[in-house]
């Protein structure tokens, strides 16, 4: 990425009008399969690593350790030098190369690997994040039912859980007063990080939407290019 990030190049190609005309979204259901061969890590893996990823016995949903077997180490979570216009506190989503970054003071930036949406799911565009909510019920849009029947049983809503596509955190997405229906949010699946596979949310491991939730102050502006 260049250095300069040229945002303003960009400045989302029509901004919050690539929001507006994706009205239909939703997280996805679908249960990816871990792949036949694990990707390739040059051994060993830090110590700091390991235990960035250790187990959350204290979430209200137990979390379990990340299958680092599974996980590039490209996407491992880590602070970067970011040098950007867009003001700290902000969210920035490069879907080119699958980072979330959460911007700082100083011109850092926290860095997150990302599984994003499927062709066809994909948005970008600016708007805010509106709230945060731990262990969310998760409730599939009518759209989503249309084309998954079974997911009725959850009209009114699925309960929290490692099962909940939402996962452990959910940060919700708004343009003005009006709710997306694109979140941030977490999984298990590492080997869906770096991948477009959800349905046009952006997520990131239990543990680093975690870590990302206990720091965007609601209300902070997303730009996603």
């Not at 694109?182 to 997520?203: D, K």
């Not at 939730?213 to 502006?221: E, I, L, M, N, Q």
Request: hydrophobic share 35%; aromatic share 10%.
């Amino acid at each position: 990425m260049a250095s300069s990030i040229s945002l303003s190049r960009r400045h989302f190609l029509a901004g919050a009008s690539s929001l507006m005309a994706l009205s239909v979204a939703g997280c996805s259901t679908y249960r990816n399969e871990p792949p036949q061969q694990q990707v390739t890590l040059p051994p060993p893996i830090s110590p700091e690593v390991v235990a960035m990823y250790a187990a959350l016995p204290n979430e209200q949903f137990p979390v379990p350790p990340v299958d680092l077997r599974y996980l590039d180490q490209n996407f491992y979570r880590r602070r970067i030098d970011y040098p950007t216009s867009e003001e700290p506190g902000t969210i920035i989503v490069d879907t080119s190369s699958f980072y979330l970054y959460h911007l700082e003071e100083g011109g850092t930036a926290m860095r997150y690997g990302a599984g994003l949406g499927r062709a066809g799911f994909a948005w970008s565009g600016r708007g805010h994040i509106a709230y945060s909510r731990e262990w969310p019920v998760w409730t599939p849009p009518t759209e989503m039912i249309e084309r998954q029947p079974e997911l009725e049983q959850w009209r009114t809503g699925q309960p929290p859980g490692l099962d909940n596509p939402l996962g452990a955190r959910a940060l919700y997405i708004h343009q003005g007063s009006r709710d997306t229906l694109y979140r941030i949010h977490g999984t298990g699946e590492a080997w869906t990080i770096g991948q477009a596979v959800s349905s046009g949310c952006v997520r990131l491991l239990h543990h680093d939407v975690i870590h990302l939730a206990d720091r965007v102050k609601w209300g902070s502006p997303i730009v996603v290019f």
